[in-house]
Structure formats: C-alpha cells, structure tokens
C-alpha cells in the first residue's frame, strides 16, 4: 500500500520488539524475534484483508525500530508518517513467556521509549482528506502525557474530517491504576463513534462506574457513540446502536495462543464497515479473524488474508488438495 494512495485506515501507538519465550525467562528458555503492538496488529489484520492501512507512530534509531518498519512494510502497512526518533530512546522491548499450562506472561520495557515520546504534530500529518477510519487504543495515553496528548489530537483531527473514530479501551494493569486509566480514557471514548471494550473494562469509560453492563453500554450510547462492542473471549461477541443489540458465538478453534485476538477481533469488524456490511456480518468476520489469531502462535503471525476468511467454514479435518 505505501506510496499508492493514501490509507483509508490510519492506527496510531507503539509497536515494540518482542522477544516471545517458550518458557520461563530466568531458566534461559529459547527465545523469537518478533514485533508487536495492538494498533499495529490491526494494522497488519486490514493490510492482510485488503485494505489500505497506514501505522503512525515512533521507534528508536536502532536495530528494533529497524525491525518494525521492515515487518510493517513487509506487511503492505504504509509507514511513511512513522517518526524514528533521533534523542537517543530507544524502540520498546515486549517479552512474553509461557508459564504454566495456557498462562501467559508478558512484561513490557518501554519507559523512556521513542513511542512513548509520541507528539501530536506526528500524528497531524498522517490524518489527510478521504481518511475513513481512525483506531485507537487506551494502551498509548498510558505512555505519558505526550503521548496521550498525540492521541486526542489525533481523535480531533479525524473528527473534523468526518472519519470514524474507534477506540479500543485495551486496559493494561502494567502500566497505570484503574483510577489513573480512567481520568485519560473517559475523555477519549467521548471522542469515539465505535468503542470496543471488554465487559469488565466499561467502568473504565462509562457515565456511572457502578452501573451494570446494559445500563453502561446504554449510556454510551446516549453520549454519542455510534455503536458499542463489547468482547467476551470464548463466549463471542455483541454490538449494540440503533439496530439493537447483535450477538455472536466465537469460532470453534483450537487454541494455541490467546494473545492479539482482540485486535484480530478488531481487524475483522473494521474490515466488515468499510466494506459495508451489516452488524451481524461484521461479527462474523471480527470472530472469524480472531479464531485464526487464537487458532496460532503470534500477535499477528496468524491472520488471515480475504482468502482464508472461508476455510473456517470447511469440515474439520479438511486436506485441502
């Protein structure tokens, strides 16, 4: 996608290098290379499913942030608003390791890091005309306050283009306090027109904290948001607006690995807006994007292309020939 036109999908965050282990770190377990970083892998999900996507953000001078804008164009996500940051902070570093059973850990090292010094102008730039969507997560303005203030700019600027915004609320406990998170992402969520969150991380933007699921989705509503979804892992997924409120089964897959199935889940249901389809259509495909995600090894590695959305659909055991 990059250098053909521009994107009509833009994320903004930080992506880092992750070191994924099979095991525990302090025994020396092997280790892969990788990157990760939610908005990204919705980035990478829509580059996969077709559509022109472009990733803003900001990585160190140094062999990591090397390592990220190689992945990301490799993946036909457009980096051209990317930002390498020359006072010496360095790309984050993720690492992950598997723990007991299907536990996983991850520990990230990121203070001080070059996505965490995320301004507005470097945002500003990559948000043109024909802008259709603009996804953004709560994991950024947990980074400093730069970097929160690059993400409402960021929200504001798509709203005077008339793109939709979507706001992942992705509550990260390793990096700020309940109370810390709310303060940044209540404001924020009322820049949203399409907000995702977990059941138990509506407290986080809702009118009333204490109000139980429906009561919060629908005081979402009232403030603006378009459309609400709300992500239940293996028991699926709902939207609720104006057409009521869509529920969908998760897919029946084998789980290998949990973690970017929400922004899988994401990929999918932005995938299906811009192509225009209806709720129930547009969870079918976010659940289906998600069950390839949890169905392999990777943040993103797994994804599917527009080709593979049907092969979930085939009787299992299938020997494609």
């Not at 990929?267 to 389809?277: K, M």
Request: a neutral charge.
């Amino acid at each position: 996608m990059t250098g053909a036109h521009s994107p009509e999908v833009v994320t903004v965050g930080e992506t880092m290098a992750a070191l994924r282990a099979t095991g525990a770190i302090r025994l020396g377990a092997p280790m892969e290379l990788s990157v990760a970083g939610a908005e990204s892998n919705v980035a990478i999900g829509l580059a996969r499913l077709g559509h022109a996507v472009g990733w803003a953000g900001r990585v160190g001078d140094d062999e990591f942030g090397q390592l990220v804008l190689r992945t990301l164009r490799a993946e036909r996500v457009d980096v051209s608003h990317a930002r390498i940051d020359r006072e010496a902070r360095p790309t984050g570093l993720l690492t992950r390791e598997d723990r007991v059973g299907d536990l996983v850990r991850v520990l990230y090292h990121r203070a001080g890091s070059a996505g965490s010094a995320l301004r507005a102008e470097d945002v500003r730039q990559a948000l043109v005309p024909g802008l259709r969507v603009l996804h953004l997560t709560g994991i950024t303005p947990a980074l400093g306050r730069t970097a929160a203030d690059a993400v409402r700019a960021a929200a504001e600027r798509a709203r005077e283009l008339g793109a939709t915004v979507c706001f992942d609320v992705n509550y990260r406990a390793r990096l700020w306090s309940p109370e810390q998170a709310r303060a940044a992402l209540r404001p924020l969520a009322g820049h949203a027109d399409l907000l995702v969150a977990s059941a138990d991380e509506l407290h986080l933007v809702a009118a009333d904290p204490g109000h139980d699921e429906a009561t919060a989705v629908a005081s979402l509503l009232a403030e603006g948001r378009r459309e609400v979804v709300i992500t239940r892992g293996g028991d699926g997924a709902s939207v609720t607006g104006v057409h009521g409120t869509v529920h969908a089964a998760a897919r029946p897959v084998p789980v290998r690995d949990v973690v970017g199935a929400g922004d899988a889940f994401v990929a999918g249901y932005l995938s299906g807006l811009l192509d225009g389809l209806t709720p129930a259509d547009r969870l079918h495909r976010a659940t289906t994007t998600a069950a390839f995600a949890v169905a392999t090894r990777g943040d993103w590695e797994g994804l599917p292309t527009r080709a593979d959305l049907p092969l979930l659909d085939r009787p299992a055991g299938t020997t494609l020939r």
